[in-house]
């Protein structure tokens, strides 16, 4: 069966246009409610979302579909994606859902579950529930005195915290540290600063105004310009920088370099390998992780094993493999000894724990590895296009053929926009440039061939 909502991270689409509006929302609470009815307890889920306008349209709507399946909710209003995971395990309940389009503009939203465990639901899953909601039928609703009921969690939001508190090495504190924590107006902003504060920093606040609108607007982790700033105006010890669902964080040192999801990988890696902690047989990454951390993973007698771009196929690999340390380049960082999913706040304490237990500034601290030179340029397409075709395939290859030995050409499309990523990686950066401009161009041209 072919997938018409999921895409690789749940759902995701334009607000009130198909298949972001009310109506489908609802179809899915009612879909999930009923494939998740497992056992003759009371069913529970748990619905959390980020900042965005169109949130108020789609959590009623999903509370309606589960409530009429006979799911009692539990509505936590803002909270990131991996507070949601973690809640979900913790409340015992059968289901989560986040309502965020994470790092894309407001207008964007979408919808991700998670089960029981924590973990995002399988592919068979996913496809169960296209099925129910293409059937429209209602067949295994709750009779009138079944219907669930929705109620608000107060404490939600500080047993996130303390969860997040209990990863941070017991004896030490961020006292005496200065941090700026950009929470792009997102899910995070009324959590991210408390955080740091009780752990001991002092706090610099970005992006907590949320409106509604300016979620991921100019700040955050795809934004940090205006962290750097901060960082160096306010001469702080560190930057954070979350994303709108905070399941992803960019760092900026204290000479206001930044430290890339790759970085943040290796300098666990090693910290918890030096400890004994790390399990499995390295570290798992994706296909656009630089090849310098690759070379510093094995440097440790490790592996770096890479698995396709999207972080639910890097935490199958790492169950599979049973690693413990996982992530992405752009700041999905996975650490399955304290959670489920990516979570930005969690990476970001691992990584002060090594600032505090070297008692070295960020920018000593920070720098693992050198990367090699590596660009990416996207490439916006009216339609999709096959990548496989001969007559781009063949280029492609050619391409490819020009560095061999010397560098990496990736160039795939994206799960979540309509956009050609391709990532040029090479020693020369004269070749680098030139591989990268001569691909970008064929591929442009080769859109407007098949549009």
């Avoid at 907590?208 to 700040?219: A, F, S, Y």
Wanted: hydrophobic fraction near 40%; charge should be negative; aromatic fraction near 4%.
């Amino acid at each position: 069966m072919e997938r018409r909502l999921f895409g690789t991270d749940g759902i995701r689409g334009l607000a009130n246009t198909h298949p972001m509006t009310a109506e489908v929302a609802l179809a899915l609470g009612k879909a999930a409610g009923r494939l998740f009815q497992r056992g003759d307890h009371r069913h529970r889920v748990v619905i959390g979302k980020d900042t965005r306008l169109s949130g108020y349209m789609l959590e009623p709507a999903l509370t309606a579909g589960f409530i009429s399946a006979g799911m009692d909710v539990m509505l936590v209003g803002p909270m990131p994606t991996p507070g949601v995971a973690f809640l979900t395990r913790s409340l015992r309940a059968d289901l989560g859902v986040v309502i965020s389009a994470s790092h894309n503009p407001y207008h964007d939203n979408g919808i991700k579950l998670f089960g029981p465990d924590g973990f995002k639901l399988s592919d068979e899953a996913e496809l169960e529930i296209e099925r129910l909601v293409d059937s429209g039928s209602t067949e295994g609703l709750a009779a009138p005195a079944d219907l669930g009921r929705a109620k608000r969690i107060d404490d939600a939001r500080g047993r996130y915290i303390e969860n997040l508190k209990s990863s941070f090495p017991k004896g030490l504190t961020l006292a005496g540290l200065k941090i700026v924590v950009d929470s792009a107006h997102g899910a995070a902003y009324q959590l991210a600063g408390t955080l740091l504060f009780e752990l001991g920093a002092e706090v610099i606040r970005l992006g907590v105004q949320p409106n509604g609108l300016n979620i991921n607007e100019n700040c955050g982790s795809n934004h940090p310009e205006s962290l750097r700033e901060a960082v160096l105006r306010e001469r702080a010890d560190l930057g954070v920088a979350l994303d709108g669902d905070a399941d992803r964080v960019v760092l900026v040192d204290n000479e206001g370099s930044l430290i890339d999801g790759d970085q943040v990988l290796a300098l666990i890696a090693r910290s918890w390998h030096g400890e004994g902690r790390l399990k499995g047989r390295g570290v798992v990454a994706t296909v656009m992780s630089n090849l310098g951390l690759e070379k510093h993973v094995r440097s440790l007698g490790l592996e770096l094993l890479r698995t396709k771009v999207g972080d639910r196929y890097v935490v199958e690999r790492m169950r599979a493999e049973g690693c413990n340390v996982g992530g992405e380049q752009s700041g999905h960082i996975i650490l399955s000894d304290f959670a489920t999913t990516g979570d930005g706040l969690l990476a970001a304490l691992q990584v002060l724990a090594v600032i505090r237990q070297q008692d070295r500034p960020a920018a000593e601290v920070g720098r693992v590895f050198t990367p090699l030179p590596q660009q990416l340029k996207n490439i916006r397409v009216a339609r999709r296009i096959d990548l496989t075709a001969p007559e781009i395939a063949g280029f492609l290859d050619r391409e490819q053929a020009r560095l061999d030995g010397i560098g990496r050409l990736l160039v795939r499309a994206s799960g979540t926009e309509p956009v050609i990523r391709v990532m040029v990686e090479a020693e020369d950066e004269a070749l680098l440039k030139d591989v990268l401009e001569t691909v970008s161009e064929r591929i442009a041209a080769y859109s407007q061939e098949a549009a």
